[in-house]
C-alpha cells in the first residue's frame, strides 16, 4: 500500500483547495499553451456491454456495418490490444472507474444469496448489499475535482443502493438501469429515483443517446465528462422498429447499428456545438462476445473463446480514441493499453492526475495516443484475473496461461460442472498467434520463468484463491 487511503470527502476537498486549483489551472495552462490551446478537454467514454473484437466493420466484421465508429477510427486511433481488466461486468467497471484491478479494489467476487464467495458470484446481483466502496476516488471524482461537470448515462453495475449510486461517486447527474438488463427488477433512474419499472429497452439506446446529447449541450460552455455504459448488446437484445431487420448481422447485427447510429449522432453534436478540437471521445467494451448466447452473442474473431474466460476473446476489447489535432488521425496502436489506463490518462489530460496516496495500477497512456515516436506500453506485465483467480499474465507478446479447469472457462460451465477435467498451462506468442492455437511452453522455458516471476509478483500484491496467496495490496468492497 502506498500509504493510508484519505476519505473521497477529503480528496475533494483538497481538489477543490484554492491553492490546489490555482496549481492545477497553472500545470494545464502551462501544458496546453506550448500546443495553442488553454482549455481543457471534455471527455466522453461510450462503454458498450459484451461486445466482442469482431463487432466493429473497422475490426474486421463482414456482416456488421458501422460507418460512424469506423470514422473514429479513421479520424483517430485504433488500439489493437486493448484489454478489458475482466472478463465479466461489475469488475471491469470498477477498473474503468478506479484506475485498479478489481481485486485491489474489492469487486473482483461478490457474495452470494448465502453471503459466501464460493462459488463465488462475479457480478453483483439485485439482491446484492454491497458496491463500491465511498473511500474509492473514481475518475469522476477527480474530474469533478478539476472543475468538471459529470454525467453517467446508461449501465452502471457497481452498486444499486444509495450509498453506492454513481450520483455518490462524483457524477452530478444518472440516468440508466443500475445493473444488467437480464435482472428483475429494471428500473430506469434518473439520479436516485425510478422512473420506470420495468424499462422499455427496446427504446433503451436512443434515450440514451438523447440524454447523453442534453448534457453536452447544457454544459458546452464548460469542461465535461460524460460516461456512457450502454446495456446493449448484453442479451436479453433489444432494438427499436427504426433498426430492427436492418443488419446482415441479425439480431445482434441490429442492436451495433443502433449505437453506431448513437456514435454518430454524439460526434454530430460535438461538431456542431463547434467542440471537435476540444473533445476526447473513446469507444470500448466492459469484456468480450457472451458465445454461449450463440447468434444473440456476437463475435470476438480472431481471437480465442469470449466472455468469461481468460482467452484473448474474453478480455481482448476493441477500443477507438478520437481527438481531432492531437490524436494522429488513422493511426493504429499495437501496444497493451486497458481499461485501467483512463483514469490516470484523464486527469492528467485534465491538468491533475491520479490519486498519490493509494496504489493505481493503471498508468499514462498519452505517450501512445499522441503517436509519440518510440512509445511503448507502460506496462511491463498486464494480468488476467477471473474472479480472485489469477489465470494468465502478459508481457510484450508473450502471453504465460495458468492450468484451469473446464469449469474454471465459463465458456465451457454449460457442458462441464467438473473441477477435475483440467487445461494444461499454455505459453502463446500473441503476435504471431492471436488466437492462442499454438502452445510454447516447451519451447521457451526462460520466457515461462520470467513470466511466471511477473505472475508471483502479482499474487503476491493481489492474491490468488487458486494458490492460497492472500494479496498485501487489496483494499474492501463497500458494504450496505
Known sequence: MQGKPVTRRAFLGRSLGAAGAAALAQAWHSGAAAQGDTRKPNFIVIFTDDQGYNDLGCFGSPHIKTPNIDRMAAEGMKFTDFYASAPVCTPSRASLMTGCYAQRVGLAAMPNKNGTLEPPAHVLFPYSTCGINADEITVAEGLKGLGYATACVGKWHLGHLPPFLPTRHGFDHYYGIPYSNDMAPSPLMRDETVLEEPAVQAALTERYTEEAIQFISANKDRPFFLYLPHNMPHTPLHVSPQFSGKSAGGLYGDVIECIDWSVGRILDTVKGLGLDEHTVVIFTSDNGPWLVKGEDGGFAAPLRAGKGTTYEGGMRVPCI???????PAGSVCAEVASTIDLLPTLTKLAGGGPPEDRIIDGKDLWPLMSGEAGAVSPHEAFYYYFGQELHAVRSGPWKLKFETSLRGED??????????????????????????????????????????????????????????????????????
Open 411 to 480: 465458456i465451457y460451465r454449460a457442458a462441464y460442472q467438473r473441477d477435475d477435467v483440467k487445461i494444461p498451462p499454455a505459453l502463446y506468442n500473441l503476435r504471431t498467434d492471436p488466437g492462442e492455437q499454438k502452445n510454447l511452453y516447451n519451447a521457451h522455458p526462460d520466457v515461462v520463468e520470467r513470466l511466471s516471476a511477473l505472475a508471483d509478483r502479482a499474487r503476491e500484491d493481489l492474491g490468488d484463491s487458486r494458490t492460497g496467496a492472500v494479496g498485501k495490496g487489496l483494499r474492501a468492497m463497500g458494504t450496505a
Open 321 to 327: 480514441m478520437r481527438w481531432p489535432g492531437r490524436i
